[in-house]
C-alpha cells in the first residue's frame, strides 16, 4: 500500500504565498519523479511542475518564475513554495508519484488525495 498525503493549500490573498508539501509512505523501493497538478472547477488536471530524484525541475508556464518545487528525497517529501499567487492559481493541487514498490516492479503513478488552494482578489 503506497500513501500521498498532502498539507498546507487554504486561503490567500493576491500577491501572498503558500508552501504545500507531500509525503510518500507505505511500501516504497524507490520514487523516481514527483510532481505537482492541479484542477480548477470545470476544468482539466494540469501539470505544474515536477521533479526527478537526482533535482531536475521542469514547470508549467505559468508556474515559472513564481512557484519552486523541491524534494527531500530521505523524506520522500515533495514540496511546491508557491509566490506571487494570482487568483487563477486557484484550484485543488494534487501530488503525484512515479514510483517502483520493489527491485523488480515497474513504475506505477500514484496520487495524493488533493488540497484546495484559493486565492482571492
Known amino acids: 500500500q503506497v500513501q500521498l498525503v498532502e498539507s498546507g493549500g487554504g486561503l490567500v490573498q493576491a500577491g501572498g504565498s503558500l508552501r504545500l508539501s507531500c509525503t510518500a509512505s507505505g511500501s516504497i523501493f524507490s520514487i523516481n519523479v514527483m510532481g505537482w497538478y492541479r484542477q480548477a472547477p470545470g476544468m482539466q488536471r494540469e501539470l505544474v511542475a515536477v521533479i526527478t530524484s537526482a533535482g531536475s525541475t521542469d514547470y508549467a508556464d505559468s508556474a515559472k518564475g513564481r512557484f519552486t518545487i523541491s524534494r527531500d528525497n530521505a523524506k520522500n517529501t515533495v514540496y511546491l513554495q508557491m509566490n506571487s499567487l494570482k487568483p487563477e492559481d486557484t484550484a485543488v493541487y494534487y501530488c503525484?508519484?512515479?514510483?517502483?514498490?520493489?527491485?523488480?516492479?515497474?513504475?506505477?503513478?500514484?496520487w495524493g488525495q488533493g488540497t484546495q488552494v484559493t486565492v482571492s482578489s
Open positions: 503525484n508519484a512515479l514510483l517502483k514498490r520493489t527491485a523488480w516492479s515497474s513504475l506505477n503513478a500514484y
